[in-house]
């Protein structure tokens, strides 16, 4: 009898504990919902990696950002973000099928995952990464509303070495607040995003300046900022 219920009190710690992790996570993410996070996972790592420099960053409300931004930024990372539920399926299965096809792996990561991951998680391509960003993903489609998820990411994205957030990138790059960036400086914005340690927005490589004219062709091809207007 004792061999038997052993295994059984194991699969229920086990199970405790995984309630407990979830309730807690469930419970931060309700929180933040309604309390601006003081920093993330991401600024953090950036502190202890260069104690010597400052992290930039201004905290600014949805409605005080320029239209165009989140505009662009759904234009460039992900512009199905109105319709999934956090984790784009179709994307991924069509960055499977070019990665089958020989052409490289691409990260299909959505503005919602690649908010979960900036607050709480760790620079990597690790599966048990992005696993944790896609459960995250999940929890935070489903407490959020996806203006908030998008309030969130534009004030914690990094825009440059140490610096965080549309208002601190706003001032730095253009000497103006984000409420008043145009569409071609908000492109020019989202185009260094995917990697912007090595991307430049007040050097711009050629490759930044096709890139934020690509951005600026799809803001227009979603009918500009009443594409996210209702989210």
Same mark, same amino acid.
């Given at each position: 009898?004792?061999?038997?219920?052993?295994? #059984?009190?194991?699969?229920?710690?086990?199970?405790?504990?995984?309630?407990?992790?979830?309730?807690?996570?469930?419970?931060?993410?309700?929180?933040?919902?309604?309390?601006?996070?003081?920093?993330?996972?991401?600024?953090?790592?950036?502190?202890?990696?260069? #104690?010597?420099?400052?992290?930039?960053?201004? $905290?600014?409300?949805?409605?005080?950002?320029?239209?165009?931004?989140?505009? =662009?930024?759904?234009?460039?990372?992900?512009?199905?973000?109105?319709?999934? $539920?956090?984790?784009?399926?179709?994307?991924?299965?069509? =960055?499977?099928?070019?990665?089958?096809?020989?052409?490289?792996?691409?990260?299909?990561?959505?503005?919602?995952?690649?908010?979960?991951?900036?607050?709480?998680? $760790?620079?990597?391509?690790?599966?048990?990464?992005?696993?944790?960003?896609?459960?995250?993903?999940? !929890?935070?489609?489903?407490?959020?509303?996806?203006?908030?998820?998008?309030?969130?990411?534009?004030?914690?994205?990094?825009?440059?070495? !140490?610096?965080? !957030?549309?208002?601190?990138?706003? #001032?730095?790059?253009?000497?103006?607040?984000?409420?008043?960036?145009?569409?071609?400086?908000?492109?020019?914005? =989202?185009?260094?995003?995917?990697?912007?340690?090595?991307?430049?927005?007040?050097?711009?490589?050629?490759?930044? $300046?096709? #890139?934020?004219?690509?951005?600026?062709?799809?803001?227009?091809?979603?009918? !500009?900022?009443?594409?996210?207007?209702?989210?």
């Amino acid at each position: 009898m004792a061999k038997k219920t052993f295994p #059984r009190r194991i699969f229920r710690l086990l199970s405790w504990c995984l309630a407990s992790v979830l309730g807690l996570l469930a419970a931060v993410l309700l929180v933040l919902r309604f309390i601006d996070p003081p920093t993330t996972a991401f600024m953090l790592a950036h502190s202890l990696s260069h #104690r010597d420099d400052s992290i930039l960053q201004q $905290w600014v409300d949805y409605a005080d950002i320029s239209p165009w931004m989140p505009l =662009a930024v759904i234009a460039s990372e992900d512009q199905r973000f109105p319709d999934h $539920w956090g984790v784009d399926f179709a994307a991924i299965r069509k =960055a499977l099928a070019e990665y089958e096809a020989g052409e490289g792996l691409r990260g299909a990561s959505t503005i919602t995952q690649q908010t979960a991951k900036n607050l709480f998680l $760790w620079n990597g391509r690790s599966f048990v990464r992005k696993s944790l960003e896609a459960v995250l993903a999940l !929890g935070l489609e489903a407490l959020w509303p996806k203006q908030r998820i998008l309030e969130v990411y534009l004030n914690i994205a990094e825009f440059g070495p !140490g610096i965080y !957030g549309v208002e601190a990138a706003s #001032r730095v790059y253009f000497g103006t607040s984000s409420r008043y960036l145009s569409p071609s400086e908000a492109s020019r914005l =989202a185009a260094v995003l995917p990697n912007p340690k090595v991307l430049s927005v007040d050097n711009p490589s050629q490759y930044v $300046w096709e #890139r934020a004219a690509w951005v600026q062709r799809q803001m227009r091809q979603l009918s !500009g900022p009443g594409y996210i207007q209702g989210l």
